[in-house]
């Protein structure tokens, strides 16, 4: 490879140098930037909210350019109802996320240290701390709640149990 120059990319500097200041190029002194139009109100997520949110046509056209996505896929398409919140309720969810994900983890914990225990049928609890799910089932559920490792947490429960120092059941 040479150290000489490309004529293309020299003539393709020389014409940024030259259009660099393009007054055609920039916006005039009178912009001035505008919300989008409002073309329709969706109801807020929270089905006893009752509340509005004001929406652009961008967000109409993203909607249903997923939607036929989904449909081509034979998925059910996103309803207008489920898509956003109102301010209100925006905030108030937010306010709340901390609490849901440390009720989560507390929930996830339990199950995964009911082995180390010792306990022969795992349970798992509810929102409301009833024990609803048996050992097979409540080992679908930390993967539902995001675990990172659900076949090393499996494979530990399995090498636990066959050396004896776990539940007295041999399989899962």
Not at 38 to 44: E, H, I, P, Q, S
Not at 62 to 78: C, D, Q, S
Request: a positive charge; charged letters at 30%.
């Amino acid at each position: 490879m040479s150290f000489e120059e490309d004529p293309e990319v020299i003539a393709d500097l020389q014409f940024r140098a030259s259009s660099q200041y393009d007054s055609s190029r920039t916006r005039t002194a009178n912009y001035t930037w505008t919300s989008p139009k409002t073309v329709a109100m969706w109801k807020c997520k929270v089905p006893a909210c009752g509340g509005v949110v004001e929406v652009a046509q961008d967000a109409i056209d993203a909607i249903e350019t997923f939607n036929r996505m989904l449909k081509a896929r034979g998925e059910v398409p996103i309803a207008t109802s489920q898509i956003v919140y109102c301010e209100r309720c925006r905030s108030e969810f937010q306010r709340g996320a901390p609490d849901r994900r440390r009720g989560q983890v507390d929930r996830m914990a339990d199950v995964i240290k009911q082995p180390r225990d010792g306990v022969t049928q795992m349970r798992v609890k509810d929102k409301n701390g009833h024990s609803i799910l048996a050992e097979r089932a409540a080992l679908k559920q930390p993967a539902k709640w995001g675990h990172p490792d659900i076949t090393g947490l499996e494979q530990a429960l399995q090498e636990r149990r066959s050396s004896g120092k776990g539940g007295k059941r041999g399989k899962l």
